[in-house]
């Protein structure tokens, strides 16, 4: 396998997987490969943080970044990184490409100098990354911790001392009709009902309260 930056060449490829590996997750059917079409030609998007997976040529992952702010009580900024979709095809899922992926990623954002990230996702599925629950850094929305809020610190102590109000890039604001109408271009895939939406529901609706 090779990690490297997604090209223009790759769009197409990478927004098919993105379908593959969301679809039905977390709802019946899925926007995800919309967002991946839409956040490329936003100001937040970051290039050099695009990554694709690829082995015997074939693209079997992709990650993509984008700049988020944290706010404190004095209302100072810093710019943080939020990565998704992260996107592994299913017949290479649950087999550690996406933990490559991740870590190769975190390294390069080292280099750039970002020292923490900050995503919305499923725990069980980050915190062998490092990821942590956002109370640990007081890092909150409007006073509320949600269990789907992870921050990970790049450098360590980045975000000690702090209190924090996470404000998401607007990039991840999509119009679901336009993701309807997108979608009609792939290959017709059924909606359907899975257990992992209802798990969706609950992480996505639950906080940290002590």
Known sequence: MIIRNEEAKDFRAVEELTKLAFWNV??????EHYLAHV?????????EMD???????KIIGNIMYTRSRLI???GREKIVLTFGPLSIHPEYQRKGYGKKLQ?????????LGYDAIVIFGNPENYVSTGFRSCKHYQVGIEGVYPVALLVKELEEGALQGGSWNYVESPAYEIDAAEAEAFDRDFAPMEKAYRPSQE????????????
């Open 26 to 31: 977390s709802m019946p059917g899925c926007s």
């Open 39 to 47: 956040l490329r030609s936003h100001a937040d998007f970051i290039p």
């Open 51 to 57: 990554f694709v997976a690829e082995e015997d040529g």
């Open 72 to 74: 404190d009580a004095e």
């Open 103 to 111: 870590l190769y990623s975190f390294q390069r954002a080292r280099q």
């Open 199 to 210: 798990l969706f529901y609950i992480y996505s609706r639950s906080a940290v309260v002590r």
